[in-house]
């Protein structure tokens, strides 16, 4: 039973004592310790990257293969069977330049679902700060956002060669922005359910269903200007929407930026985070007698 989920203050450098206290609130971050603690954070990216695809034939590739297939899929089902526009963008662009960044948000965010019920062991016998595996989970999935962000950037200026009428514009400064947003979004969603899961085992079994749920309720295989205007409000609901239109109109010139929608993003990102950090918390305390 883990009675004390602490946070630790370390002493001048010269003196390598530690002194572990209690939690006192349920917004309690310690962001030294967690700084303190990076070489650590690295060890579980590192991890997290290489036992990914360490027994495996095409290895890294995956990352590649992973999206490429998703979006080949995509173009037969949904551009050239059900026929649904895509703004004058070439189909394969106009997927893959969605399926990148949702891959992103999705796989943060159904990893980090897993933190407590995965790592069940390590906690019970060690002490380190418990947010230091889900910010790992985020930074070695940065690291296959990448290069699948390469890889779209490949097909972009491809399309740009051939001629296509495509016009990545200033917006592409905003990109770094939305990766923090996606990032935030999987991180908040994903602690708030890794903590829920140690009471309520059957909620890992709705992750991966929800998660594709919400694919079809964000504009990844259609463009927004193909929603109906009395649908459109349910979908700019979803707080994933302004991101992924603002990501495809940075790189691709097409659809329009709402910067109140991505001000609407930001809050709930904000909000998310907060709830993930509170409810985290406070089941770390106690997540050892009941997972």
């Known amino acids: 039973m883990e009675n004390t989920i602490t946070t630790s203050t370390t002493l001048p450098e010269d003196d390598w004592s530690m002194i572990i206290r209690p939690k006192r609130g349920l917004l309690d971050i310690n962001m030294r310790e967690l700084w303190n603690y990076r070489d650590l954070i690295m ?36 551009g050239n069977i059900a026929g649904i526009p895509t703004d004058g963008i070439p189909k394969i662009l106009f997927y893959l330049s969605g399926i990148v ?14 933190t407590f019920v995965k790592n069940a062991s390590i906690f019970g016998k060690v002490y380190f700060p418990r947010l230091a595996l889900p910010i790992s989970i985020v930074i070695s999935n940065l690291v296959s956002f990448f290069i699948q962000f390469v890889f ?5 200026f491809y399309f740009m060669a051939v001629g296509s009428d495509i016009a990545p514009n200033i917006n592409v400064l905003l990109i770094p922005v939305l990766i923090v947003l996606i990032a935030g979004l ?29 694919m079809y309720a964000t504009p990844i295989i259609y463009p927004m200007s193909g ?15 302004p991101i992924v239109e603002t990501f495809k109109t940075a790189l691709l010139g097409v659809g329009e930026i709402n910067y109140m929608q991505l001000l609407y993003s930001f809050g709930f990102t904000v909000a998310v985070l907060v709830a993930g950090v509170i409810i985290f918390n406070k089941v770390e305390k106690t997540f050892m007698d009941t997972v």
Do not use: H
């Not at 960044?101 to 897993?114: A, E, H, K, P, V």
């Open 227 to 241: 929603i109906p205007e009395k649908y459109r409000i349910f979908v700019l609901a979803n707080p994933m929407t």
């Open 101 to 114: 960044g949702w891959t992103y948000f999705s796989t943060c965010l159904n990893d980090t679902s897993q």
């Open 152 to 156: 779209l950037l490949g097909f972009l």
């Open 186 to 214: 999987g991180l908040g969603f994903g602690i708030i359910i890794s903590s829920l899961t140690t009471k309520y085992r059957d909620l890992t079994n709705l992750v991966t269903f929800g998660v594709t749920l919400w």
């Open 43 to 78: 060890l579980f990216v590192k991890r997290d990257f290489v036992a990914k695809y360490k027994q495996t034939i095409l290895g890294p590739l995956w990352f590649i293969i992973q999206p490429l297939i998703t979006t080949l899929m995509f173009t037969v089902v949904f």
